[in-house]
């Protein structure tokens, strides 16, 4: 059983940073795919950002077009640990975001191949 706990959510003006983590438990975190969604009010569950290993320790990135630029996901195997840096946030990236793993697929954009979700941290971003 794998779980995830994100953190590093909070408010922050237009133009601002954050940086969410996502420590990871159980199962060995350089096999599982991992990524970032998100879910604003009255909006379905978007794709933000997933990594695709391609080799021992070694990954590929993939990111929507929407943050594109402003996002960096990254992946630390010493400690179990997912990240995504957020820079010139706007109010558009005001939601909850979870992060998600998978053992079966591998830098997938599509939520349900990911069966493993944290409870999500929430990013406002004030105008």
């Known amino acids: 059983q794998v779980r995830l706990v994100e953190s590093g959510g909070g408010l922050v003006q237009t133009g601002g940073s954050l940086r969410l983590s996502c420590a990871a438990s159980?199962?060995?975190?350089?096999?599982?795919?991992m990524g970032w969604f998100r879910q604003a009010p009255g909006k379905e569950r978007e794709f933000v950002a997933a990594?695709?290993?391609?080799?021992?320790?070694?990954?590929?990135?993939d990111y929507a077009d929407s943050v594109k630029a402003r996002f960096t996901i990254a992946s630390d195997n010493t400690k179990n640990t997912l990240y995504l840096q957020m820079n010139s946030l706007k109010p558009e990236d005001t939601a909850v975001y979870y992060c998600?793993?998978?053992?079966?697929?591998?830098?997938?954009?599509?939520?349900?191949?990911?069966?493993?979700w944290g409870q999500g941290t929430q990013v406002t971003v004030s105008s």
């Open positions: 998600a793993a998978s053992g079966a697929y591998s830098g997938t954009r599509n939520a349900n191949r990911y069966e493993y």
């Open positions: 159980g199962g060995t975190f350089s096999s599982l795919a």
């Open positions: 990594i695709r290993w391609i080799r021992s320790g070694t990954y590929v990135a």
